[in-house]
């Protein structure tokens, strides 16, 4: 069980500051006991709203006129008996009663993440939908909101356990195998291995990797990098997307001298767009550094938008991407009036060209993010932990030693399971529950 679990914990769980409502959250084997310190005389039904006048105990002072939720434990979030005391969302009223909870034996404030992980250790959710619960919560995107949703309910989970499972039943087999070996009628050569079972395993999980990182996108965001010469617009152009002063205009070449993001929804998708320093022959040291962080940014960028200037077709620079076909703008139309190119003409000055630009744009990250019902890797974690199985599915089918093969497999069986925690999970616990609010 959980260090601490014998004590009862509390903590807010909606946003501080002023606001209509406000929500305690208290936790563990004394949560009831809680209600004595604010005068309430009788436990209210589980799962009705009961309202209620909370009273200090010591002076009978009115604290707050509130409602009261009892979830009685196991089925509960946490698996345990939590109180929920629904108050009116000003801080006085927050501050006193936590004061009042802070001085009933046994309580104290909830680490970060803490109601979520006495969940996990009381086998309510596992790991993974543990991930997607805080996903959940950070979601800023539809894309993002429905995949971890889908994360919370399961999906992945569900997934992985399946995988684990055949692998463990053939793990069984295998050492039942070996239990007999001394028998005289059992063969050496027979492991036992069911070849095409494992081989259509192993097809799967590599077929689960190669996935283009859709998870890992739109969890993450679609990372846009704009590269161009100096003073073609490019700053005025991430400012015309973001619909405000993010980056700092000159007529002065070289002004941008480092990276420049921007956070954009475009068409659900999460999108995270990179101004840069201007591609030229430079002397200046500083300047070179951000040309050199520029061409990383075209590197690292799933979609690179390479900016010219309307006119002068021969200044576009080609740098090297991973991103697929560069997505070519030809800036400052509004000043030339010569033989249209190709690409997407703009004037970031004007707005001209903006829209067709946003809708391409959009069409792109959709592409790369592609919703479809089948789970995916959302995490760099999973995918390590997956890598890992399919490597040692490999050496399984493979492997000709019925010892060895078992050894191999049950590997494979303990990868999976760190993933979903169902085995050594104590150096995961941290990483995975630090990025929880203290109420959650």
Known sequence: MLDGSKETIYALSTPAGRGGVAVIRVSGPAAVDCLTAFQVTSLPKPRVATRTVLRRKKDGVPVDDA?????????????????????????????????????????RLAQPGEFTRRAFWNGKIDLVEAEGLVDLIEAETEAQRVQALRQLKGSLSALYE???????????????????SD?????????????????????????????????????????????????????????????REAAIVS????????????????????????????????????????????????AEADIVLVMGEYGEPDALPTPETHGGDPLVVWNKMDLSTGERPAGICISAKTGEGIPELEQELTTRVRS??????????TRARHREAITEATVRLEEVLQEKDSVLLAEHLRAAVAVLGRIIGKVDVEDLLDRIFRDFCIGK
């Open 251 to 298: 007529d002065i070449a070289g002004t941008t001298r480092d990276r420049v993001d921007i956070h954009l929804n475009l068409g659900g998708q999460a999108v995270i767009v990179t101004d840069t320093a201007g591609l030229r022959a430079s002397e200046d040291v500083i300047e070179q550094e951000g040309i050199r962080r520029s061409l990383a940014a075209a």
């Open 162 to 180: 399946g995988w684990q499972k055949r692998l463990a039943d053939q793990l069984a087999l295998i050492e039942l195998g070996l239990d007999f």
């Open 183 to 243: 028998e005289g009628d059992v063969d050496e050569e027979d492991t036992g291995l069911d070849r095409d079972s494992m081989t259509g395993i192993l097809h799967e999980m590599q077929a689960h990797l190669d996935d283009g990182r859709r998870g890992e996108i739109v969890r993450n965001g679609v990372r846009v990098a704009i590269i161009g010469a100096p003073n073609v617009g490019k700053s005025s152009l991430l400012n015309a997307l973001a619909r």
């Open 368 to 377: 790369l993010a592609l919703q479809s019902e089948a789970p995916v890797l």
């Open 67 to 107: 409602l009261i939720l009892f979830f009685p434990g196991p089925n509960s979030f946490t698996g345990e008996d939590i109180i929920e005391l629904h108050l009116h969302g000003g801080p006085a009223i927050i501050d006193a009663v936590q004061d009042i909870l802070s001085a009933c034996k046994g309580f």
